[in-house]
């Protein structure tokens, strides 16, 4: 601002010096002009004065702004890394536990296909519930701990993330206002309207919310007689609902308030900045909105100030101006309380995902749990045949070498009887008492 200035200064002074060294017609008016100069001279040198001390005031009012936010933004920084260190401290333990429950799983199958067949039995049966419910209990547990975390973990993340974008934005908030008003005030209503979407956009991107999945832009609608509607945005929520949001715009009746030069006139342009946003209210009313039978609404539709000035002198001038925005179901929102809401939405749908995810844990867990009992059922029936071919086995043993008669012993008395061979029979399949008896 001192570089801006010193020019000016300059300037005047050369005009100065080109006035008073100018030969004059007369003397005596030569001084008259050159006091009267002088005394125009001195007034701009006060006013460029107070201009700069008053902008060198408004700059130390923003620089200590800007420290103080800079220095929650710091300490919210500490918070959000001592925050990550703890979630990874989570999220190493749950791997750790799904090893764990895997090393369980695995050993319990193990020990189940490393049991003899024989015991397959009805007894062991009951054993094997004893061995079962424990795991379904721990895969309950499991899931349980699972949602816990998870949900804990989402929570404190969306809190944190929600303190340090707030203060940042502050941080931001002065500088970004006055550039984005100063332009918009040079434009047409069609340029203001559209900085109002730009701002609206801007607030649903630092939402949360994914566009074109839980929110949508400038979407066409019917009425019921058949016009064309298309309001700003459409918030698609949980079980097929949606919220209705529309920008307005009252830049020039906000700026003549700003500029009043004496409190009557600015008395007077805050009665018709009052005026203005009723006008948005009922006009906005007057569309049905939520009457569309393409979208599912509450009584209500969103009216978005984009200017938090604008919408606070309003509110500070009226304070009945929210009931009546509601008696005709319109809820006046600025940036701020807007930005509040879309996070609680956010929020909402990241819940809503994380439930369907238990849900499909859980159905999961079951299906698994299911097949685990068919297995051992598959495993029971392979150890009642396994059983059956060892007692097949036994018969045609005990006929083949322990029975009476059995085929070594005749088998042998054959050979002794001067059967050609040569090979020998095993003794163990042989009676020796059987054969010496005969």
């Known amino acids: 601002m001192e570089a801006f200035l010193i020019p000016i200064m300059i300037i005047i002074l050369v005009l100065l ?8 017609a007369n003397s005596n008016q030569h001084l008259a002009l050159l006091e009267l100069k002088e005394q125009e001279h001195q007034k701009a040198l006060n006013w460029l004065r107070e201009e700069k001390q008053k902008l060198d005031d408004e700059l130390n009012d923003l620089r200590s702004i800007f420290m ?20 990874a401290e989570q999220e190493k333990y749950i791997a750790e536990l799904q090893q764990r429950f895997k090393l369980e799983f695995e050993n319990i199958a193990n020990k189940v296909l490393d049991e003899k067949t024989e015991k397959f039995t009805a007894q062991n ?46 941080s931001k908030q002065i500088q970004e206002d006055a550039n984005n008003l100063t332009k918009a005030l040079k434009g047409d209503n069609k340029k203001q309207g559209n900085w109002g979407e730009v701002i609206l956009e801007r607030v649903l991107e630092r939402s949360g919310l994914i566009k074109d999945r839980e929110y949508r832009i400038q979407t066409s609608l019917s009425s019921f007689e058949g016009a064309r509607m298309q ?11 949606h919220i209705v949001i529309d ?19 600015r008395e007077i342009e805050l009665k018709q900045h009052l005026i203005s ?3 948005h209210i009922q006009g906005l009313s007057a569309k049905n909105y939520q009457e569309l039978y393409q979208i599912n609404s509450p009584d209500f539709v969103l009216l978005f100030i984009p200017i938090e000035s604008s919408f606070g002198i309003a509110v500070q001038k009226d304070a009945e101006l929210f009931n009546y925005a509601w008696d005709k179901r319109v809820v006046i929102v600025s940036p701020s309380t807007l930005l509040a809401t879309l996070r609680t939405i956010a929020s909402i749908w990241k819940q809503e995902r994380q439930n369907r995810n238990v849900l499909e844990i ?4 079951g299906n698994m749990y299911d097949k685990f009992v068919g297995f051992l059922a598959d495993m029971e029936g392979i150890g009642r045949n396994l059983k059956l071919t060892q007692d097949t086995y036994d018969k045609a043993l005990n006929k083949l070498s322990t029975g009476s008669g059995n085929l070594s012993n005749t088998s042998e008395k054959i050979k ?16 020796h008492d059987d054969i010496l008896a005969n």
């Open 17 to 24: 010096v080109v006035l008073f060294f100018k030969k004059p």
């Open 68 to 87: 103080v936010e800079r220095g929650k933004v710091i300490k919210a920084e500490q918070n959000l890394l001592a925050q990550q260190q703890m979630q």
């Open 125 to 170: 049966r009951a054993n094997l519930d004893v061995i079962l419910n424990p795991l379904k209990e721990n895969i309950k547990a499991f899931e349980d701990k699972v949602d816990k975390v998870y949900k804990a973990e989402s929570d404190e993340r969306n809190i944190l993330k929600g303190v340090i974008s707030q203060l940042m934005d502050q």
């Open 231 to 241: 309001p700003d945005v459409i918030i698609d929520l949980p079980d097929d609902k």
């Open 247 to 265: 920008s307005k715009v009252s830049l020039l009746a906000y700026e003549r308030v700003v500029t009043a030069d004496t409190d009557e006139q």
């Open 277 to 279: 946003i009723k006008s």
């Open 362 to 365: 859980a159905r999961l867990s």
């Open 416 to 431: 002794k009887l001067g059967a050609k061979a040569t090979k020998q029979i095993d003794t163990k399949f042989l009676d």
